[in-house]
C-alpha cells in the first residue's frame, strides 16, 4: 500500500511538473509576442543614408533617422523634386487594454525574427498586427572596400517585386557602394 502511494505520488508530481515546464515558457512567450515594441533596437538608432539617381536624373540623398522612440524619414528619391519628410513617434500597442486613439506620428513596432516591421496606429485591433506592417528594418554587416560595415536594408513591405533600399552610416559610404545611382535593382548595395 505505501508503495502504491509512493508511485502514485511520483506520477503526479512527475506529471504537474511536466505540465508546468510545458506550458509556461509557450503561455509566457505568447503574450510577450503581441505586445509591440516599447523602443527601437539600439541597432537601428542613428541616421542611416541612401544615395541614388531619381527619375529626373539626378543624384540625391536620403536618410532614415531613428532615436529610441522617434523615426523621420527624408526622401529625396524616385521622381521627387523636393525631399518628402515623415516623422513618427514610436507608442507600445497592447491588445489586452483598451486601443487607444493614436495621432497621426504615431507608430507601433514589432521584432520579427532578425527584422523589425514598423507601422503606423491605426483604428482596429487587426490593423494594429505585424501582418499591417508598411516597412521591415534589418541591420547586416556587408564588405565594403575590404572593411566590415553596418548596411540597413529597408525592405518596402507592400510592394511587388518588394523594394530594398540599402542604408548607410556614412554619405561617402552611401555614395562608394551606389556610384551610378541605380534605385530598385540588384545592381547596388552591399556585395558579398
Same mark, same amino acid.
Do not use: C
Given at each position: 500500500?505505501?508503495?502504491?502511494?509512493?508511485?502514485?505520488?511520483?506520477?503526479?508530481?512527475?506529471?504537474?511538473?511536466?505540465?508546468?515546464?510545458?506550458?509556461?515558457?509557450?503561455?509566457?512567450?505568447?503574450?510577450?509576442?503581441?505586445?509591440?515594441?516599447?523602443?527601437?533596437?539600439?541597432?537601428?538608432?542613428?541616421?542611416?543614408?541612401?544615395?541614388?539617381?531619381?527619375?529626373?536624373?539626378?543624384?540625391?540623398?536620403?536618410?532614415?533617422?531613428?532615436?529610441?522612440?522617434?523615426?523621420?524619414?527624408?526622401?529625396?528619391?524616385?521622381?521627387?523634386t523636393?525631399?518628402?519628410?515623415?516623422?513618427?513617434?514610436?507608442?507600445?500597442?497592447?491588445?489586452?487594454?483598451?486601443?487607444?486613439?493614436?495621432?497621426?506620428?504615431?507608430?507601433?513596432?514589432?521584432?520579427?525574427?532578425?527584422?523589425?516591421k514598423?507601422?503606423?496606429?491605426?483604428? @482596429?485591433? *487587426?490593423?494594429?498586427?505585424?501582418?499591417?506592417?508598411?516597412? +521591415? /528594418?534589418?541591420?547586416? &554587416?556587408?564588405?565594403?572596400?575590404? =572593411?566590415?560595415?553596418?548596411?540597413l536594408?529597408a525592405?518596402n513591405?507592400?510592394?511587388?517585386?518588394?523594394?530594398?533600399?540599402?542604408?548607410? @552610416?556614412? *554619405?561617402?559610404?552611401?555614395?562608394?557602394?551606389?556610384?551610378? +545611382? /541605380?534605385?530598385?535593382? &540588384?545592381?547596388?548595395?552591399?556585395? =558579398?
Amino acid at each position: 500500500m505505501k508503495l502504491l502511494k509512493i508511485v502514485s505520488a511520483v506520477m503526479v508530481a512527475t506529471t504537474m511538473g511536466a505540465a508546468v515546464v510545458v506550458a509556461t515558457p509557450g503561455v509566457t512567450a505568447d503574450a510577450k509576442s503581441k505586445k509591440s515594441l516599447k523602443t527601437f533596437p539600439k541597432s537601428l538608432r542613428r541616421t542611416w543614408y541612401h544615395y541614388e539617381k531619381n527619375d529626373k536624373g539626378k543624384f540625391r540623398y536620403s536618410k532614415v533617422t531613428f532615436s529610441a522612440k522617434k523615426w523621420t524619414n527624408i526622401w529625396n528619391g524616385d521622381s521627387y523634386t523636393v525631399p518628402s519628410t515623415a516623422k513618427g513617434v514610436l507608442h507600445q500597442y497592447d491588445p489586452a487594454k483598451k486601443l487607444q486613439k493614436g495621432k497621426d506620428s504615431w507608430m507601433f513596432a514589432y521584432k520579427a525574427g532578425k527584422s523589425t516591421k514598423v507601422g503606423f496606429w491605426n483604428t @482596429t485591433k *487587426k490593423a494594429m498586427t505585424p501582418k499591417y506592417t508598411l516597412t +521591415g /528594418y534589418k541591420v547586416v &554587416t556587408a564588405k565594403v572596400n575590404g =572593411k566590415k560595415v553596418k548596411v540597413l536594408h529597408a525592405e518596402n513591405l507592400h510592394s511587388l517585386p518588394v523594394n530594398t533600399p540599402y542604408y548607410y @552610416t556614412s *554619405k561617402h559610404l552611401a555614395k562608394i557602394t551606389n556610384p551610378k +545611382g /541605380y534605385n530598385y535593382e &540588384t545592381l547596388y548595395g552591399p556585395k =558579398k
